[in-house]
C-alpha cells in the first residue's frame, strides 16, 4: 500500500524565523522525483520545489529548500525567513511503490501559520 | 496561458444525479489526471491517464468513470452521485516524458450532493 506520511497536521511560526516540515515515503523505485506543493486558501496548488532523487545535492528554491535522506526516504522542506504569505496548506508527492507507474501519490498535508 | 481549465467551478447534485466534469489543457502534456481532496485526507487519486487513449484506476476509482477524449481533455463522470462524493475536485496535468516532470493543476470543482 502506498505510504505518504507527514505527520505534523498543523504548525505554526514567527514572522522572519525558520520551519522545518516532514515528509516520508515509501518506494521500491530507484530513480525519481518528489515533490512539494502549498495550496493557499484561494485552493490553487502551486509547486513549491522539486528533488531528484538520484541527486546528492538538496533542490534549492530562494527561502525553500529540502533535506532529502534517499536512504531513509525522508524529504522535509525548509522555509527561511517564514512571511505572511507563506501561510497555506503544504502538501508532498511522491511516486507509487509501483515500477513504471506514472502517477503521484500526496501527503495528508501540513496547514502552516505565520504568526506577525 | 490557460494552463488546465475545469469546469464547472461548483456545482449542487442531489443523490442519484449524475454529471461530468470537464478538463483541458493547453501545454500539449501527455498524462492527466484526476483528484479529490477531502478535509484531513490530503490529494487521493482516482484516475489517471498516461496517454491519450488509455486510462487507468488510481486509489479512490468506484464510482466515477473517466473518458480521455483527446490529447487536450479529460472527463470525469459520476453515474449515480452520493454524499459521500461531495469532494472538491482537482484536474491536473504532467509536464515532460515519463515520470519526472511536475503536476499543473487547474482550479478545483467543489461539488456537494445532498
Known amino acids: 500500500a502506498q505510504t505518504v506520511t507527514q505527520s505534523q497536521p498543523e504548525m505554526s511560526v514567527q514572522e522572519a524565523e525558520t520551519v522545518t516540515l516532514s515528509c516520508t515515503y515509501d518506494?521500491?523505485?530507484?530513480?525519481?522525483?518528489l515533490f512539494w506543493y502549498k495550496q493557499p486558501p484561494s485552493r490553487q496548488m502551486i509547486l513549491v520545489i522539486r528533488?531528484?532523487?538520484?541527486?546528492?545535492q538538496n533542490a534549492t528554491e530562494n527561502r525553500f529548500s529540502v533535506n532529502f535522506q534517499k536512504a531513509a526516504k525522508s524529504f522535509s522542506l525548509k522555509i527561511s525567513d517564514s512571511q505572511l504569505g507563506d501561510a497555506a496548506m503544504y502538501f508532498c508527492?511522491?511516486?507509487?511503490?509501483?515500477?513504471?507507474?506514472?502517477?503521484?501519490?500526496f501527503g495528508t498535508g501540513t496547514r502552516l501559520t505565520v504568526i506577525p | 496561458n490557460a494552463g488546465v481549465t475545469q469546469t464547472p467551478k461548483f456545482q449542487v447534485l442531489k443523490t442519484g444525479q449524475s454529471m461530468t466534469l470537464q478538463c483541458a489543457q493547453d501545454m500539449n502534456h501527455n498524462s492527466m489526471y484526476w483528484y479529490r481532496q477531502d478535509p484531513g485526507m490530503g490529494l487521493r487519486l482516482i484516475y489517471y491517464s498516461a496517454s491519450e487513449g488509455t486510462t487507468d484506476k488510481g486509489e479512490v476509482p468506484n464510482g466515477y468513470n473517466v473518458s480521455r477524449l483527446n490529447k487536450r481533455e479529460f472527463s470525469l463522470r459520476l453515474e449515480s452521485a452520493a454524499p459521500s462524493q461531495t469532494s472538491v475536485y482537482f484536474c491536473?496535468?504532467?509536464?515532460?516524458?515519463?515520470?519526472?516532470?511536475?503536476?499543473?493543476f487547474g482550479e478545483g470543482s467543489r461539488l456537494t450532493v445532498l
Open positions: 528533488q531528484e532523487a538520484y541527486k546528492q
Open positions: 508527492a511522491t511516486p507509487p511503490d509501483q515500477t513504471g507507474a506514472n502517477n503521484l501519490f
Open positions: 491536473a496535468s504532467r509536464r515532460g516524458e515519463g515520470r519526472t516532470g511536475e503536476l499543473f
Open positions: 518506494t521500491s523505485e530507484s530513480d525519481y522525483y
